[in-house]
């Protein structure tokens, strides 16, 4: 018989407990493009590399190392995400959102998930973080969902509400502990798109114009599959560069262009104050 998107996530959760012992994990984390630090300043951490792990993909993008962290952070056990899987890669909806279904069985409840992505709104520049408010699911608009497909009521309710996707109560810790630390918090709208390609100057007028503020390739998967679990999703963009709308032919020697090395150059810089922010939410929370 073939396996269902629940076994396959009760054999991964059952692998990664067998691997880290009955400690209590309620937090797990995703680490998105060039952020994987937060996993380094863990002390007596279980690295498993996602390829021990039973249904879990291999991340194929420079800058996704591809291990599960499993350490103290707080007064709970986080298990952190150093890197993701993506829809441009080839996977599908549910091989991308199986770790998230896989933390749920852990009895994780609370979801904190990061991202690098290009800044739309003016003041949204390289280097800033914004707290995601809100997303639009272009991919899901047009059809591709992780929860289409028989329901499975186990895993969560057919129709389930997105009013609230990302936590209220989260985002006022996340604001507070910013403060706290004087690590300066945008707020906004995340768009995914499918990718690979970064958008044309005329996708990023049309992603203006609907409401996003930044736009990226990943996140809102694993947000849906994670608000389908029931569990609780705070989720930060770090903006690692600008999304460019200037038109061919309006100023063509001083339009810049977006890169993968910008993105990763800008992560890895501005990882650890994304690094503290998560921290700070994680003791205040547990
Ligand atoms: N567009 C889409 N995805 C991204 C970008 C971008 O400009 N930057 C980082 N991820």
Redesign the pocket.
Known sequence: MTKTERDKAIEAAEYIRMRVGPVPIHVGVVLG?GLGTLAEGLSNAQIIPYTDIPHFGASTVPGHVGRLVLGKMGRTTACIMQGRLHYYEGYSLAQITLPIRAMRQLGIDTLIIT?????IRADLQPGHLMLIIDHLNLVGMAGHNPLRGPNDDRLGPRFPSMTRAYDPDLAAIARQVARERGIPLSEGVYAM?A?PN??TPAE?RYLRLIGAD?????TVPEVLVARHGGMRVLGFSL??????DTLPGAAPEKTPE?S?E??LDVGIKAAPMLASLIQGVIERIT
């Open positions: 493009s991202n690098a992505a290009g800044g798109v990718g970064f958008e990023v930044a736009v990226g390739m990943s903006i690692s560069n600008v999304a460019v977006a993968h910008e993105v």
